[in-house]
T-cell receptor, first 114, second 115 residues
Framework: AQSVTQLDSHVSVSEGTPVLLRCNYS??????LFWYVQHPNKGLQLLLK??????LVKGINGFEAEFKKSETSFHLTKPSAHMSDAAEYFC????????????FGQGTELSVKP | EPEVTQTPSHQVTQMGQEVILRCVPI?????FYWYRQILGQKVEFLVS????????KSEIFDDQFSVERPDGSNFTLKIRSTKLEDSAMYFC?????????????FGSGTRLTVV
């Protein structure tokens, strides 16, 4: 079975400092992994995706994530946080051979202090 | 940028009543999905829909739930007789291509409150 675990339910950073949101996955197959972001009263927006190409994936708004098979991790990073980054972030895995079904982590709420 | 539109944004209903949640997927997308998130819990898959039929459904998606694409543009989720535990945020999503590596476009969600 496939699953994802987000290691922090809440992360707080100061504006201009680095962001690290941690995600570990479990999969018997080569996984497809995603990060989605949800701003208040908005939909779930795709930040980036890993699909077995380059292990370092760049996404929108300066975010990137590195797929590390040896650590079964797919952590999301950003060098410098902006106030507009405050949102809920979800690490997601696509279920193998079930037509695009996604399994979500429990989410990490990112707060950015001025 | 194309969007998935969900209406209403918030619905309050009495237990036992029927509700219909509406979604307008992106026009050239062929695959449609419903997910839900109970407050404080993970986002959960409910159902996927392609070519006018259900392609996958979860254990949550029992006989109380149904989906329909009534007119070629809307995609609806009906809950026949709502229970308190159906209170959740319901997300509609669509995708152009089916496959592991493709992300969806999600709507903003409908918050359903059953009282």
């Amino acid at each position: 079975a496939q699953s994802v675990t987000q290691l922090d339910s809440h992360v707080s950073v100061s504006e201009g400092t680095p962001v690290l949101l941690r995600c570990n996955y479990s999969s018997s197959y080569s996984p497809s992994l995603f990060w989605y972001v949800q701003h208040p009263n908005k939909g779930l927006q795709l930040l980036l995706k890993y699909t077995s190409a380059a292990t370092l994936v760049k996404g929108i708004n300066g975010f990137e994530a590195e797929f590390k098979k040896s650590e079964t991790s797919f952590h999301l990073t950003k060098p410098s946080a902006h106030m507009s980054d405050a949102a809920e972030y979800f690490c997601v895995v696509s279920v193998y051979n079930q037509g695009g079904k996604l399994i979500f982590g429990q989410g990490t709420e990112l707060s950015v202090k001025p | 940028e194309p969007e998935v539109t969900q209406t209403p944004s918030h619905q309050v209903t009495q237990m036992g009543q029927e509700v219909i949640l509406r979604c307008v997927p992106i026009s050239n997308h062929l695959y449609f999905y419903w997910y839900r998130q109970i407050l404080g819990q993970k986002v959960e898959f409910l159902v996927s829909f392609y070519n006018n039929e259900i392609s996958e459904k979860s254990e949550i998606f029992d006989d109380q739930f149904s989906v329909e694409r009534p007119d070629g543009s809307n995609f609806t989720l009906k809950i026949r007789s709502t229970k308190l535990e159906d209170s959740a945020m319901y997300f509609c999503a669509s995708s152009e291509v089916l496959g592991q590596g493709y992300g969806y476009t999600f709507g903003s969600g409908t918050r359903l409150t059953v009282v």
